[in-house]
């Protein structure tokens, strides 16, 4: 696991720094679990743009993930940890004793041959084995998080993402989040062992403009740099700040602004995340 440099031969290379990729096994991934994932452009199913500085970028082919590790009791082998253009973990290929193969998020120190199972019950408290938080002891870091009971992961997937569990009270279990967030969830709620892969994921330096063009991020230009019909920052005579809170070019208050709204689970966050 490490960060390369380059040798400043362009401008674009001086600043850039790269994965060395020293973790992975293969650069085939296991064509039965790949998926076509069309370009959507930022745009919505009304073809409107959804999500702006969206388009181009490289194709890329969609890995299916294993999240909800409802394999139950079946022993599985790692076969390979490979690189996902999809998101900031590495993957792994694993082979259970029944034949299926399935790709899972990689956990932290992950090795070629380790045997891993997912449990309703009590199983060792190893990287990559998955079982309800009732059974994981206190303390331990864990990844793909259900906040449902059998609808799968949603939480902690990101490179080098973890949460610990700090207590057990009655039918929930409270959980520091990545965001330092500590939330209340099921202890029928499945998690697995181990901090996601990827730790130098956040060292990585872009270095120029066209790889974040490889990556499909199109230019971002600044509110205050337009004119006053195209975003509420817009105009005004000489370098003007804006004159109002950030917002977005619908007039959304942005930029730590609170925009949660549901109600029905407030009850489960013990206490907010801090700034």
């Known amino acids: 696991m490490g960060i390369k440099t380059y ?9 850039r720094t790269g994965l060395s990729y020293e973790e992975l ?7 039965p679990l790949l998926e076509r994932l069309p370009a959507s452009g930022g745009r919505d199913s009304r073809g409107r743009i959804s999500m702006r500085h969206r388009g181009g970028g490289h194709k890329r082919m969609y890995r299916a993930l294993d999240f909800k590790r409802d394999k139950i009791g079946i022993p599985g082998w790692v076969e390979t940890i490979e690189y996902d253009p999809n998101r900031s973990a590495y993957i792994s290929l694993v082979r259970y004793r029944d034949g299926e193969r399935r790709y899972i998020l990689a956990p932290l120190s992950i090795q070629v041959g380790q045997a891993i199972i997912s449990s309703d019950s009590q199983v060792d408290i190893l990287p990559g084995n998955a079982m309800p938080l009732r059974f994981i002891p206190l303390g331990t870091i864990i990844h793909n998080i259900e906040l449902r009971k059998n609808k799968g992961g949603q939480v902690a ?21 990545p965001s330092s967030e500590i939330r209340k969830i099921h202890l029928d709620c499945r998690a697995t062992v181990g901090q996601v892969s990827n730790l130098d994921h956040q060292n990585i330096k872009i270095g120029k403009a066209g790889r974040s063009r490889w990556l499909g991020r199109r230019p971002h230009v600044r509110g205050t740099a337009m004119n006053p019909i195209d975003h509420p920052h817009g105009g005004g005579e000489g370098r003007a700040k804006g004159g109002r809170h950030p917002v977005s070019p619908e007039g959304i208050p942005t930029k730590g602004h609170k925009t949660r709204k549901n109600k029905r689970t407030q009850v489960f966050i013990v206490r907010r995340r801090s700034r």
């Open 157 to 177: 997937k990101a490179a080098g993402s973890g949460a610990q569990i700090l207590a057990k009270e009655g039918d929930y279990a409270q959980v520091r989040l």
């Open 25 to 31: 096994t293969t650069r085939s991934p296991y064509k």
């Open 7 to 15: 040798r400043p031969r362009t401008p674009g290379l001086r600043h």
